[in-house]
């Protein structure tokens, strides 16, 4: 069979954000319209504005970086379509990190601490994010751990996969610093510990009147 060249020019409108107008760096989508652009990009973007820059729609009416989410797949295509892009970008923080005389590499906090970090700082919000839009959920256990007595939840949708590994440590192992031992998966796919249940929803679950069905397993692979 043989194989079609397909020149750089032609699907760069995919992977170049839309604010910089550059190749995407730690891609980062919407959740409610999925549209990606760079993370330094649309977090300084979103903490003036609440709708998506490129279609408009409204993200939500007070918090919209809490429906933002690291698309690592589309990241992961961009490096591999882009000759070089991800060593320059590395090069370049660590000139950055250099120069303003921090450690070698800029390391990034990770997701999920990322979010409660900034849900602690917020402080004024005491509602524990019950006027949130919610989602119906279904726990399912996969191998050999303890079943949950009560599989169905109710929670937030800007709940991450991080938060429902903590919670499945907790009734599991009745220890909550285990919950690196727990992987989720929805529609047998293992998913990311930053994806929010409102992210997993609109791109991998796609079936409304029907509670999200995901499953747990002890830890197989590093993710």
């Not at 194989?3 to 954000?17: A, G, S, Y």
């Not at 599989?151 to 599991?172: D, E, G, N, P, W």
Request: charge should be positive.
């Amino acid at each position: 069979m043989m194989e079609k060249k397909v020149k750089l020019k032609t699907v760069n409108p995919h992977i170049c954000c839309t604010l910089c107008k550059g190749y995407l760096v730690e891609a980062t989508t919407i959740t409610e319209c999925l549209h990606t652009f760079c993370k330094s990009c649309i977090v300084g973007y979103l903490k003036k504005e609440k709708n998506c820059p490129k279609c408009d729609i409204l993200i939500h009416q007070s918090h919209p970086l809490n429906y933002i989410s690291h698309d690592r797949t589309m990241q992961d295509i961009v490096y591999k379509l882009v000759p070089n892009l991800q060593e320059k970008e590395k090069k370049r923080r660590q000139e950055f990190a250099s120069k303003h005389g921090l450690s070698e590499e800029v390391k990034e906090e990770p997701p999920c601490q990322s979010n409660e970090k900034e849900k602690e700082d917020e402080g004024a919000d005491k509602d524990y994010h019950r006027n949130d839009e919610q989602v119906n959920l279904c726990l399912e256990c996969k191998g050999n751990l303890k079943h949950l007595k009560k599989k169905y939840l109710r929670i937030s949708s800007q709940a991450t996969i991080c938060h429902l590994k903590k919670f499945l440590a907790l009734k599991v192992f009745n220890d909550i610093s285990k919950y690196g031992d727990v992987e989720i998966l929805c529609n047998d796919e293992l998913l990311g510990k930053s994806h929010t249940l409102k992210f997993v929803a609109v791109t991998r679950w796609r079936v409304k009147d029907v509670p999200l069905t995901l499953h747990y397993r002890k830890k197989t692979i590093d993710l």
